[in-house]
């Protein structure tokens, strides 16, 4: 089974408006960290934002907010007022307490397109 | 602001070839990772690495990968004997704490691996 899903190979999304790409997780853990990832053309990863699970509040960077729905095992990224610079490839992961935190698991990534 | 370095950005390799990619982790990180990402498909952990050991690896990283820290700056991963299907894009991380919940990885600029 998939332990990180990202149902939208790619999304559009024109300039200055919001975006949610969306993510879902399976794990039995108690204890496991979520993550947002953005990939542009040139190949660097850069990490974007952060939920832990036991987390009560949604997560926000700038930009960028985390919709967290515990009970449904999602972890949706929120992007308000896009930009141009926002197109990319963008990855949700996932690391587990039980395996002390060394190994991230990621989804297949959504392409994002911004449009002027 | 430091980061990880990874040399070279792209190393072309023949079939059957000894291959050894180099990364030079942020100086105080103790935590050590390899990812590769085939092209146009999501990022897959191969291994982390602390204290020199091996403290992870996936199925991926079987007899033909080994990672070795040969000094107190770089990490290695190197390639025994170089197949096809391992044309990718590795990239190297580190972290400064075990990475159970928020503390983050740094990932190097990644180097392209082409087998032909």
């Known amino acids: 089974a998939q332990k990180i899903t990202q149902t939208q190979p790619g999304m559009f999304v024109q300039e200055k408006e919001a975006v949610t790409l969306d993510c879902t997780y399976d794990?039995?853990?108690?204890?496991?960290?979520l993550f947002w990832y953005k990939q542009p053309s040139s190949g660097e990863m850069i990490f974007l934002i952060y939920?832990?699970?036991?987390?009560?509040q949604n997560a926000t960077e700038g930009r960028y907010s985390l919709n967290f729905q515990k009970a449904r095992k999602s972890a949706n990224l929120v992007i308000s007022a896009s930009q141009l610079g926002d197109s990319a490839m963008y990855f949700c992961?996932?690391?587990?307490?039980?395996?002390?935190?060394?190994?991230?698991?990621f989804g297949a990534g959504t392409r994002l397109f911004v449009k002027a | 602001e430091p980061e990880v370095t990874q040399t070279p950005s792209h190393q072309v390799t023949q079939m059957g070839q000894e291959v050894i990619l180099r990364c030079v982790p942020i100086?105080?990180?103790?935590?050590f990772y390899w990812y590769r990402q085939i092209l146009g498909q999501k990022v897959e952990f191969l291994v982390s690495?602390?204290?020199?050991?091996?403290?992870?690896k996936s199925e991926i990283f079987d007899d033909q990968f080994s990672v070795e820290r040969p000094d107190g700056s770089n990490f290695t991963l190197k390639i025994r004997s170089t197949k096809l299907e391992d044309s990718a894009m590795y990239f190297c991380?580190?972290?400064?704490?075990?990475?159970?919940?928020?503390?983050?990885?740094?990932f190097g600029p990644g180097t392209r691996l082409t087998v032909t």
């Open positions: 690495f602390y204290n020199n050991e091996i403290s992870e």
């Open positions: 794990t039995s853990d108690q204890s496991y960290g």
């Open positions: 100086s105080n990180h103790l935590y």
């Open positions: 939920q832990g699970s036991y987390d009560e």
């Open positions: 991380a580190s972290s400064e704490r075990l990475l159970v919940l928020s503390y983050e990885q740094y």
């Open positions: 992961a996932m690391r587990e307490g039980n395996t002390g935190g060394f190994k991230t698991i």
